[in-house]
Nanobody, 124 residues
Framework: QVQLVESGGGLVQAGGSLRLSCAAS????????MGWFRQSPGQEREFVAA????????DYADSVKGRFTISRDNAKNTAYLQMNRLKPEDTAVYYC?????????????????WGQGTQVTVSS
């Protein structure tokens, strides 16, 4: 049974930074693509960033490009999302997920495993 556990969320002022972590247990996810998604109240879950199995290919939503950085450490079975220059519109529950295709795709439906989410709140 694979478990993904996010951490690092919290309350931060606009312009600040947070680093989210996604720790996997139960099996190695080194062959999986990893993705981060977010969901605000009343909104659909949206793609934020993804990374392929090796970490050599990344993809970002336009809304976060240049501010967020996704990375992974396969030795630690952990993925990260560094979020800089945060804006109030970044407020959401952030989820990490594992994509069996190795690539890290934008469609939430293709992801096999999901974490429980971590709240990020950005005050203005």
């Amino acid at each position: 049974q694979v478990q993904l556990v996010e951490s690092g969320g919290g309350l931060v002022q606009a312009g600040g930074s947070l680093r989210l972590s996604c720790a996997a247990s139960g099996r190695s996810l080194s062959s999986y693509g990893m993705g981060w998604f977010r969901q605000s109240p009343g909104q659909e879950r949206e793609f934020v960033a993804a990374i392929n199995w090796s970490g050599g290919i990344t993809d970002y939503a336009d809304s976060v490009k240049g501010r967020f950085t996704i990375s992974r450490d396969n030795a630690k079975n952990t993925a990260y999302l560094q979020m800089n220059r945060l804006k109030p519109e970044d407020t959401a529950v952030y989820y990490c997920a594992a994509d069996p295709s190795q690539y890290g795709r934008r469609l939430a439906v293709v992801y096999d495993y999901w974490g429980q989410g971590t709240q990020v709140t950005v005050s203005s």
